[in-house]
């Protein structure tokens, strides 16, 4: 069984027509940061793909292959590396025993945005999408995004007004699902404080994905080291004295404001800056091992 690799640059990538990740979104990915030319948190994307790869029963693959793909597109500025894994090419209808996996891997610019978020926090929302419970695909960040797709046209349209200005619109939103549980903003993780100064994020057991930085965080800054992944409501994240969110591309971004049914909530930022900052040296000797 062979993997065949795909990169895109600035030419037409050819999509075979029955690829199944075309005709039915039958594949994963993960978006992972480059800079200083290097692929930050590699081992943790490689995993993520790993264990989507078992959920989905997909034929082997070739990971040494893939990674030695990744070496040679690493940037100096930030940038954007987007890997898909597709299930391959062929087979009729919904069954697909011994397809060779394809592998896609784009680089996009690094969305400008960031830094000012980082910098300055945002303001989240509540989106008026709430997300369908499946354990089955709960967790992995499989290409079955059309609910995504929904949050961020919700957003883009302006229905997700949830204040009193028809003006005001969101940087972001929080998406709960329909037992009312939050498990995400629209591309990134969130965690909150309590007013007794513990630390929780949604546990994604039924919806969500668990992203990698979510799982360096946990892993890696001992202030978030005995976070609790719990079923939480609104209500939780309304009396939290702290929030923010972050994926593999942002890092840590505090939340300053939520704004939810007329009534804003406003938390303390200092709290989350720290965070960014202890998470930033905490990258640092991940950055240094992956250049010897």
């Known amino acids: ?53 078992n959920r989905l ?14 070496q040679p597109i690493t940037t100096e500025q930030p940038s954007v590396v987007k890997v898909l894994v597709s299930r391959g090419a062929g087979g009729r209808g919904y069954n697909s025993q011994n397809l060779s996996p394809f592998i896609y891997i784009t680089v996009a610019e690094y969305p400008a945005f960031f830094p000012n978020w980082r910098e300055n926090g945002i303001s989240l929302g509540v989106s008026s999408v709430a997300l369908g419970l499946n354990p089955l695909l709960a967790g992995i960040k499989h290409c079955n995004r059309l609910e995504q797709v929904l949050i961020k046209n919700a957003m883009q349209s302006n229905t997700d007004k949830t204040c009193a200005s028809q003006e005001q619109t969101f940087d972001d939103v929080v998406v709960c699902d329909l037992n009312g549980c939050v498990v995400e903003c629209s591309a990134s993780n969130i965690f909150w404080r309590s007013a007794k100064g513990e630390w929780y994020t949604p546990l994604n057991d039924v919806a969500g994905v668990d992203g990698v930085m979510k799982q360096f965080i946990m892993d890696n800054l001992p202030e978030l080291s005995h976070t ?24 840590i971004v505090p939340v300053h404001s939520l704004t939810h049914n007329e009534q804003s909530y406003r938390f303390d930022m200092t709290i989350s800056y720290g965070l960014a ?16």
Not at 228 to 251: P, T
Not at 279 to 290: A, D, F, H, K, V
């Open 1 to 53: 069984m062979t993997t065949t690799i795909i990169y895109h640059d600035k030419s037409p990538t050819p999509v075979p027509i029955n690829d199944r990740c075309f005709n039915y979104g039958d594949g994963f990915f993960t978006t992972i940061l480059s800079q200083n030319n290097q692929i930050l948190l590699l081992d943790l994307h490689l995993n993520r793909l790993k264990r989507a790869a």
């Open 277 to 292: 900052v202890h998470l930033q040296l905490r990258l640092q000797p991940q950055q240094e091992q992956r250049l010897k």
């Open 57 to 70: 029963l997909f034929e082997p693959i070739d990971w040494q292959q893939l990674e030695k793909s990744l």
């Open 228 to 251: 609790k992944q719990v079923k939480a409501s609104l209500d939780e994240l309304f009396a939290a004295d702290s929030l923010f969110i972050c994926n593999s591309l942002m890092g």
